[in-house]
């Protein structure tokens, strides 16, 4: 059974930075990719970033050049280093590992798993 454990949110003032962590057991991680999405009240999920093994990364337009995103595979765990923090960043963001081809899809499928959500809070 798959599980992820996500931690590191919390309340920070804009143009601060957090450091978000997640950390995978009970599968090989080497066939998944990891990454974060987020879900702010009244929106939709949406995906941050993710991860291949081979270290191939996506971001979302918002977070470019704010966001990094990083893997231990060793430790089967994914980082969100995030800088330059605005409001709008405001959500809570859930870890997830998928198989690959994943599906992009914010509700996830079958073989979609998520951690708890860590609350992310951007205000001065």
């Known amino acids: 059974q798959v599980q992820l454990v996500d931690s590191g949110g919390g309340l920070v003032q804009p143009g601060g930075s957090l450091r978000l962590s997640c950390v995978g057991s009970g599968t090989n991680f080497n066939f998944y990719v990891m990454g974060w999405y987020r879900q702010a009240p009244g929106k939709q999920r949406e995906l941050v970033a993710d991860i291949t093994k081979e270290l191939y990364t996506r971001y979302v337009d918002s977070v470019k050049g704010r966001f990094t995103i990083s893997r231990d595979n060793a430790k089967n765990t994914v980082y969100l280093q995030m800088n330059s923090l605005k409001p709008e960043d405001t959500a809570v963001y859930y870890c997830?590992?998928?198989?690959?081809?994943?599906?992009?899809?914010?509700?996830?499928?079958?073989?979609?798993?998520w951690g708890q959500g860590t609350q992310v809070t951007v205000s001065s």
């Open positions: 997830y590992a998928e198989p690959l081809p994943v599906s992009d899809s914010p509700e996830g499928t079958e073989f979609t798993s």
